[in-house]
C-alpha cells in the first residue's frame, strides 16, 4: 500500500512540460515563420493564458511587439512599443537574463508596470531571445498563467531553447 503522504504529495506536482517543446516551434518556423502558431504552441503547452513576442530596436531603444496572445486591449496600447528598461520584457532585455515573477498580482518590486494586472495573469515569465552571437538581445519572449507559478529551472530550459528558435526566424527575416 502507497504512504498517503506521497500521494498527496504527487496530486501538487505541477504537469510536466514537453522538454522537446522547442522542436514544435522550430517546425511553426520554418519557411513562413508562423509567429502566431508558435506563440499558441507555446501558451498551450504551458496552460498559460497570455503571450508576447518583441523585437529589439537598439537604435531606438525600444522593444516593438511582433506577435501577442491575450492581451487585453487597453494594455496592448502600452506594449506595442516599450522602451528598454521598462517592464518585465525591458528589464530582461537590459539583464540579458529570465525575468519572473510568482504573482504578478501581488507584485511590489516595482519591475512590473500597474497596467500589467488588467492582464489577470499572476504567475509570469520573460526570456530574452539572443542573436546567433548568443550575447546581444534582439527580442523578448513572455508568457503569463492565470495562476500563480514558480518557474522551474527545466521550465526556463525550455523557454530558453523556444527563445532560440525565434531568434533563428528572426535571422532570416533579415
Known amino acids: 500500500m502507497s504512504n498517503p503522504i506521497e500521494i498527496n504529495r504527487l496530486e501538487k506536482e505541477e504537469p510536466m512540460v514537453d522538454p522537446n517543446l522547442s522542436q514544435r516551434v522550430e517546425e511553426k518556423l520554418k519557411g513562413e515563420a508562423n509567429y502566431q502558431g508558435a506563440l499558441d504552441c507555446i501558451l498551450e ?8 513576442i518583441h523585437r529589439a530596436d537598439h537604435e531606438t531603444r525600444f522593444l516593438h511587439l511582433v506577435v501577442q496572445k491575450g492581451i487585453p486591449e487597453q494594455i496592448l496600447v502600452v506594449t506595442t512599443t516599450i522602451p528598454f528598461g521598462k517592464g518585465m520584457a525591458g528589464v530582461c532585455l537590459e539583464r540579458a537574463e ?6 504578478l498580482q501581488t507584485d511590489d518590486s516595482g519591475v512590473a508596470k500597474p497596467g500589467a494586472k488588467l492582464t489577470q495573469v499572476q504567475g509570469a515569465i520573460v ?3 539572443f542573436s546567433g552571437d548568443g550575447e546581444t538581445v534582439i527580442g523578448t519572449l513572455g508568457i ?6 514558480d518557474y522551474t529551472d527545466q521550465e526556463i530550459r ?3 531553447d523556444c527563445a532560440l528558435e525565434f531568434a533563428k526566424a528572426m535571422a532570416q527575416k533579415e
Open 98 to 103: 529570465p525575468v519572473t515573477m510568482c504573482n
Open 45 to 52: 503547452e504551458f496552460e498559460a493564458a497570455t503571450g508576447s
Open 144 to 149: 503569463g498563467k492565470p495562476i500563480e507559478h
Open 127 to 129: 526570456v530574452p531571445i
Open 158 to 160: 525550455i523557454l530558453k
